[in-house]
Structures are given as C-alpha cells and as structure tokens.
C-alpha cells in the first residue's frame, strides 16, 4: 500500500500523477494513432463491402446470357419448348419434332416367382409367391450383354445359384461400366421384375441379352425366365432411338439428347407432332434494366468514393482518451469526433487508382470488334461526366433502346467480348473491381476470414506490442517515483525523530 506525505505533509499521490502524466504523453500519443488507424481500417473495410457488392453487380454484364434480348414460346408445348440464346435472331421459324431421343429398356415381361417347395413325400410345404430382391435366384448360368458397338466391349456376366436378386441386379449393373451401352439394373419388390435401362440414349444404346449354360453355348431359357421372364434365351431391348427434327425444312438427325440448339434457339423434344410455327422477337427491356441498374449503383459508389477521397482532415481533432472522454457530454464527444473521423481515406492510393481504373475501363475503346461495329460506350449512349463528377456514368434512354433493339448482336459484343486484342467493357470492369476488392482486402483485411495478414492490421499489432512495452515501461517509473518519495518520507522521519530526541536531551531538564 502507497502511502505518502506522512513526515512531509505533501500530496505524494497528486504529485506522482501530475508527473505521470508527462511520462505518458508518447503513450497517449500512440493510442491515439492506433484508434486513428483502426478507425482508417473500419472505412476500408466497409468501402471494400461496397466495391465487392459493385463487383456482383457487374458480373451479369460479362455474360453474354445477359444480353438475350430476344424472346420466343412455343405454340405446341406439349410437343416441344424453346428458349433463345444471344445469338438468336428475330423472325418466324417452322419447327417439326420427328422423334424423340430415347434409351434402351428391357424389363421383365412378368412376375418373376419364387417356385413351391415340395417335400419328398409330395407334400407342399411352401406355396409359390412373388420373388423378393432378397430371394435367391436358384440357377447357374451366363447372361451376354451385346451392344451395337464393339464387339469386344460386350458383357459376360456369371450367375450362380446362390446369388439373390440385388445381387444379380448389381452385377449385371457392374459389368458395363465405362462400356457402350452402360446399364442400370435393378430388382422391384413391389412388381417382383427386372427394371434394365441404358444411362445413354440414342440408337447406339440398343442392346440384347442372350442367356446361355455355365458353358457359355448352351440355350438356358430357365435363367431367361428367371430375369425376364420371356420364355426365350435371347431378349431385345425396347427404344434406343435417336431424336430428330425440322427446322424450315432442314433436317437435324442423330440426336442423342432431347435438346438441340439450331440458329440461337435451343428447343427442348418432348414428343412428336406437327409442325408448327416459332416466332422470335427483340426485347430489349431486359438488358436495358441491367445495364441502368448497374449505372446506378455504380454512380452512387463513385460519388461516395470521391467525398471520402476529398474529404477535409482537421489534424488537431485526435481520437479522444477515455481521461478526456470523462470531462466532456455526449454530444461534445460526438461533435469532437466527427471532426476526428472526418478525411480517413483522403487521397487514399487505392481508391484513387480504382476510380482511374474504370474510368479507362468503361470509356477505352474495345479492341478486336470488326471495323464499322459498335466498340465504344459513347455509341450506344453511354457517357461519363465532367473529371470534377469522378468519372460518373450518364445514358441516353433512346439512343440505348435502339442499340439495343437493331444491334444487340454488336451491343453484346461492346460489353463481353473476350480477345486476345482486348476485352469488352463488362469484363474489364468487372476484373478492376476485382482487382480492388483484392487490394483493398491487402490493406485492411475482412471481418468475415479468421486469418488476417493485412497492412493495417499488421501495423494496430505492431502498436499493441509497443503500447504493451510502454505499459511494462511507466509501471517501472511509477515505481521508481514511489520508491524515491518514500525514501524521502523515511529520511525526513528519522530528521524529525532526531530533532525530537535532541531537543528533549538539551531541554528536557530545564
């Protein structure tokens, strides 16, 4: 315990204090530039938040999906649908399904049963039912997978007695793959059947099954019946079609999906039927939305980018100490504080390097578009403002429908091309905001990653270790402070006892 001014009457405490107070003014000062630099971190960080959303908002204009400015339905849905691609073009399409893609099927003609048992004696002790995949399939034999292809890539397929109906079903299964036809197989309960379907479809999935002796020559259409139930040795897969149509007369053939895409229209085969008329038309709504819902979140990031970069800083408002927060109001500490927060990204290099970034980025010419096709911004209505304005983004509604509405071809082109001459203006914008959002993140780290080896941060920790040794430093002081006050306190006693003693020796008597 720290007692002081017993022998000399003074205010040890207070006098400490005031002289700490001297000792602690580089500390103050550096907590001070550590409030100010994590103050400096948060406005990164939420600029950053700002330019990753800007980001998302960009990618739609690299893609040319984004673009489809075109729209069509089919007059005969249940035969076919349609959707448009960037490169569809306006007008009337005659559309015929001729046939459908299908896969190849071979399925058990019956019920597969599992026969009675039949004591010696003529007794039945167990009556026939439907078999079950846990039954087992009670006779040996081979099964011969033949696809249409190579002859070598054909199945053998060994069954024995023992095996149950899952595990005839998985080995058959098995037994293709990475072959033409691949199969799927399965053995139902609720039908007591094979279900043998190819994953492919198309007519190179046809397929057939020859059941043969543990020889590998002998007819067994016992094991046929056991597995399809036909009565024959051999059995033909169903389906295995190729899909087929016609497009204003021309014949697209040997499609082994039930969607094809023909001159920008992908048209999805449901089942045959007539042929019937597609219309397409431009609608430029779309792309017209997009592309002015990202002008105005773009003008309202740069316009706050450019009051952060201008900011007026007022060097003599530093962040305030808690010692000095006690001897102000609320209102007096947030007044002071605006002051001191105010100018924290002024002249910032990244950002001022950002917004010349896409200022180039949406306003330099595209490179490798043909000669006489649209390759600026300005063409298509697109301008930015005064330098003072940082770079903001103005359209002309009219003259961006109609680039929109009789060249969406070259309009996409403006904003997704990717070239080795050059890129289009969506990809190039989209990869400077990229590149901001890396070099901001560089600076200031995230809040969102556990792990954080950023400029500012590494810098607050650098600070924390040097408040720390300036903490362990003024303690030491402190002390010494104590320890020299107390050394005194102790001399003057001993003075005073000494006077005491001296004026009893020489006056006592008297």
């Known amino acids: 315990m720290r007692v002081g001014g017993i022998a000399s009457g003074m205010d040890t405490e207070s006098i400490v204090k005031d002289m700490m107070k001297i000792q602690k003014m580089p500390l103050d000062k550096l907590m001070q530039q550590k409030t100010y630099t994590g103050w400096q971190q948060e406005a990164v960080r939420e600029t950053n938040l700002t330019m990753s959303n800007l980001r998302t908002s960009a990618s ?23 959707a448009t691609t960037p490169t569809a073009m306006s007008g009337s399409y005659r559309v015929e399904v001729v046939s459908v893609a299908s896969a190849g099927k071979l399925n058990s003609s019956a019920t597969i049963m599992k026969p009675a048992v039949t004591d010696p004696d003529g007794t039945v002790t167990t009556v026939a039912r439907a078999a079950k995949s846990t039954d087992q399939i009670g006779i040996a034999g081979k099964v011969i997978i033949n696809g249409t292809g190579d002859a070598t890539k054909d199945a053998t397929v060994e069954i024995t007695a023992g095996m149950t109906y899952t595990e005839v079903a998985k080995k058959l299964q098995d037994s293709t793959i990475g072959k033409v036809p691949e199969l799927r197989v399965s053995f139902d309960d609720t039908t007591s059947r094979f279900f043998i379907a190819t994953k492919g479809m198309g007519s190179e999935q046809a397929f057939t099954m020859d059941f043969t002796a543990e020889d590998g020559t ?17 059995a033909t897969a169903d389906g295995a079609t190729d899909g087929a149509i016609k497009f204003d007369g021309i014949e697209v053939t040997g499609l082994k999906t039930n969607q094809t895409t023909v001159n920008g229209l992908t048209i999805n085969l449901l089942q045959t039927g007539a042929e019937t008329i597609v219309n397409v038309q431009s609608n430029p ?23 952060q970069i201008i900011e007026k800083r007022y ?66 209505g697109i301008n930015t403002g005064s330098y003072t304005e940082g770079g903001k983004l103005f359209i002309d509604d009219k003259k961006l429908s109609e680039a929109l509405a009789n060249k969406p071809d070259e309009v996409m082109a403006l904003f997704t091309t990717r070239d080795a001459a050059g890129n ?16 901001l993140s560089a600076k200031a780290g995230s809040s969102s990653s556990s ?10 920790k650098q600070m924390d270790e040097e408040i720390s040794r300036w903490q362990d430093r003024l303690a030491r002081v402190e002390d ?9 306190e102790k001399a003057l006693s001993q003075m005073n006892s000494q006077s005491t003693w001296m004026q009893q020796s020489l006056f006592g008597g008297s």
């Open 451 to 460: 792990i954080d080896n950023s400029t500012l941060s590494k810098k607050i």
């Open 315 to 380: 060097p003599d408002f530093q962040p305030l100490s808690d010692e000095q927060k006690k001897d102000l109001t609320e209102k007096e500490i947030e007044l002071w504080e605006e002051k001191a927060r105010s100018g924290l990204l002024r002249n910032d290099p990244v950002l001022k390097s950002a917004m010349q970034d896409l200022r180039r980025a949406f306003m330099d010419n595209v490179s490798g578009i043909a000669d006489g096709n649209i390759s600026h911004l300005s063409q298509i």
């Open 60 to 82: 739609s204009l690299r893609l040319q999906s984004s673009f489809n400015s075109y729209s069509a339905t089919s007059p005969n849905p249940t035969s076919f649908s349609v």
């Open 424 to 439: 289009g203006v969506g990809v190039r914008v989209y990869d400077t905001l990229n590149a901001v959002v890396k070099n």
């Open 480 to 488: 010494r402070y104590w320890k020299q006050f107390t050394a005194m």
């Open 285 to 307: 709504e779309k792309p017209l939305a997009m592309i002015k819902d990202f002008v105005d979140k773009y003008n309202e990031t740069i316009e706050n980018l450019q009051k």
């Open 218 to 234: 002998t007819a067994n259409a016992d094991l046929a019946n056991k597995i399809i139930n036909n009565g024959t040795a051999t």
